[in-house]
């Protein structure tokens, strides 16, 4: 089954191009069924990738899911096509007159600065402190988990040496997670981040458990609530070019980075480079999706 999304969202297309299984809003109307709603808060500047990235992911699964974008009023986009936001966002203060199944919280450009600093800082917590009790399941990526972890327990982010940047083998700690059903041993996923949260702070947190690590990165994918809660401090959902594009960008304007380590051929960004995630970022986010359907309220009144 589809995610269903305007017909009129670019993603729309773009998705209909891969083959990806979508399907228009008023053709879903006509259907006798009640889809999982999830809303996704984007917070990323590269607003129209992040929406294809998410719902390319959120489209491998038999369950037909309602999507409801959400942007922080609270913060002027720049970077946004003109009159996306207005036509196809809903703001803060709509989203949370609603109940959902699942809300996505993605990263943010903004880790090297003070939580409280982040202009839309305020709407976010209270997104948060919403979410506790009117969304069955909370997905958190890189500093949206960051912020997560920070407003619900107090964990510190600390800065990196050196950006932590490229494909990093990661490791399952708990294999009866339905988080992790068909995963192997050792996945590959992409990282991106100045920053990390403290894992010596989630590891004394008893609300919290650390399901999946990297010897280079630390903590990967944190949960709570039997995963109602779910923080994630890498991406899963980044495209092939996403960090190509961020290594260019870079570079372009004089900042200091190193090439993505495991990513191009011999470490040469003259080659293509290789996509070593994909399989179990489709798994992860369709046992997500699994999760919440099979144990989220039929009646949203009764979260």
């Not at 773009?14 to 979508?22: A, C, G």
């Not at 809003?25 to 006509?30: K, Q, S």
């Not at 050792?186 to 947190?205: N, V, Y």
Request: glycine residues 6%; contains cysteine; proline residues 7%.
């Amino acid at each position: 089954m589809p995610i269903r999304i305007p017909k009129t969202l670019p993603a729309y297309n773009s998705l209909r191009e891969e083959n990806v299984f979508v399907i228009a809003d008023t053709r879903a109307a006509r259907q006798d069924i009640r889809p999982l709603k999830v809303a996704i808060a984007n917070l990323m500047p590269t607003t129209v990738d992040t929406e294809i990235q998410l719902l390319r992911l959120l489209s491998n699964t038999p369950l037909q899911v309602d999507i409801t974008l959400v942007h922080m009023g609270s913060h002027e986009s720049r970077n946004a096509p003109p009159g996306h936001l207005e036509k196809f966002y809903v703001s803060t203060e709509k989203a949370m007159r609603t109940r959902y199944d699942g809300l996505i919280i993605t990263g943010a450009p903004v880790e090297t600065l003070p939580f409280e600093e982040v202009d839309y800082w305020n709407e976010l917590a209270s997104l948060l402190d919403y979410s506790k009790n009117n969304v069955w399941s909370t997905l958190h990526i890189c500093w949206g988990a960051q912020a997560g972890l920070y407003w619900r327990y107090g964990i510190p982010k600390t800065g990196l040496s050196q950006k932590l940047f490229g494909i990093f083998a990661h490791g399952v700690n708990e294999r009866h997670s339905p988080l992790f059903r068909g995963f192997d041993d050792e996945f590959l996923a992409p990282q991106s981040r100045h920053t990390e949260s403290s894992g010596e702070a989630i590891a004394k947190t008893p609300a919290l458990t650390i399901q999946s690590e990297t010897p280079c990165g630390g903590v990967f994918i944190v949960t709570a609530r039997e995963g109602r809660e779910v923080y994630i401090t890498g991406h899963l959902e980044y495209d092939p070019l996403t960090l190509d594009r961020e290594y260019r960008r870079d570079l372009s304007k004089g900042l200091p980075i190193t090439v993505p380590q495991n990513y191009y051929p011999g470490n040469d960004p003259s080659k293509a480079p290789l996509v070593r995630w994909r399989a179990h970022a489709h798994l992860f986010f369709s046992n997500w999706l699994n999760y919440v359907y099979q144990e989220t309220p039929y009646d949203l009144s009764k979260l």
